[in-house]
């Protein structure tokens, strides 16, 4: 077979992705495809060296499967939403502090501070993708910042919470990963934590290594943070939304980053 080469994918996805209201350019610098609106020039950009990987691991299925993902993000973008009526479908997502705070169109987004580690966005869920809410389609609606927030708070409070349990080295792990993009959202949901704390045998940590994965560790020896630390790094190194590699402690209904030094019990995040 061929080798598959940048030229040769551009090809292709411009080959899938015809439309006349398209502009599919490539990026030499970046080694990246641009397809955007020719109108207002909102768009998204495919990195080549990754669908080329992609390709070569499992073929035209990788092809397909990111041509299917720009039409339905560009359809979105191309269409007005609305915040009224669509209430069950708005979730709190957690980023990372270097996250951006406005989208490529200048649009600044809403958020809110949760920990040293992790701030709040809010998604208009859409199905096979979604919408950070922004400060211009909240003010459309005239709604607060504090209605969204109850809103969001509420819904992530009605989704499932069954972990997946196991057992490493006398400490038990919990595992929330059904990929429902709401994962890590989770961790906002103070009544399942207090639950967690008052069923664990010693100290309740927490992670939320990238945004479909929820890590809950009872710790009940030192070896148990050494275990804690690899398991979100490498969740965290395999993420495809990463937020952080560092776990957090949770008592008195506080989220405390914790710096684990191996071999040892994690000091605090004194801020």
């Known amino acids: 077979m061929a080798k598959m080469t940048s030229i040769k994918m551009k090809r292709l996805l411009e080959d899938e992705l015809k439309?006349?209201?398209?502009?599919?350019?490539?990026?030499?610098?970046?080694?990246?495809?641009?397809?955007?609106?020719?109108?207002?020039?909102?768009?998204?950009t495919v990195s080549l060296p990754n669908l080329i990987a992609k390709y070569n691991d499992r073929g035209r299925e990788a092809l397909d499967e990111i041509v299917e993902h720009v039409n339905e993000a560009l359809k979105i973008m191309n269409q007005t939403q609305h915040l009224k009526g669509m209430e069950k479908q708005i979730f709190p997502v957690l980023r990372s502090p270097s996250f951006p705070t406005e989208t490529k169109a200048k649009k600044k987004l809403i958020y809110k501070d949760h920990t040293a580690e992790t701030r709040v966005f809010y998604a208009l869920d859409l199905g096979k993708s979604y919408r950070l809410i922004d400060e211009e389609l909240l003010e459309e609606e005239g709604w607060s910042k504090e209605r969204l927030d109850e809103i969001a708070s509420f819904n992530i409070r009605s989704l499932s919470y069954q972990p997946k349990a196991d057992q490493v080295a006398g400490n038990d792990f919990y595992f929330l990963a059904t990929q429902d993009g709401y994962d890590a959202s989770r961790i906002l949901n103070e009544a399942f934590l207090e639950?967690?704390?008052?069923?664990?045998?010693?100290?309740?940590?927490?992670?939320?290594?990238?945004?479909?994965?929820?890590?809950?560790?009872?710790?009940?020896?030192?070896?148990?943070?050494?275990?804690?630390?690899?398991?979100?790094?490498?969740?965290?190194?395999?993420?495809?939304?990463?937020?952080?590699?560092?776990?957090?402690?949770?008592?008195?209904?506080?989220?405390?980053?914790?710096?684990?030094?191996?071999?040892?019990?994690?000091?605090?995040?004194e801020e």
Do not use: C
């Not at 439309?19 to 998204?44: C, F, H, S």
């Open 19 to 44: 439309n006349p209201d398209y502009r599919v350019t490539y990026k030499r610098d970046d080694d990246a495809v641009r397809i955007e609106w020719k109108d207002t020039n909102e768009g998204m």
């Open 195 to 269: 639950e967690m704390l008052a069923n664990a045998k010693g100290e309740l940590t927490v992670a939320v290594p990238h945004q479909d994965a929820l890590i809950l560790g009872d710790i009940q020896n030192k070896s148990g943070y050494d275990i804690l630390a690899q398991m979100t790094m490498k969740f965290f190194a395999d993420g495809r939304i990463p937020i952080t590699s560092l776990p957090f402690v949770y008592e008195n209904k506080k989220l405390e980053p914790v710096f684990i030094l191996a071999k040892n019990r994690p000091e605090k995040n």
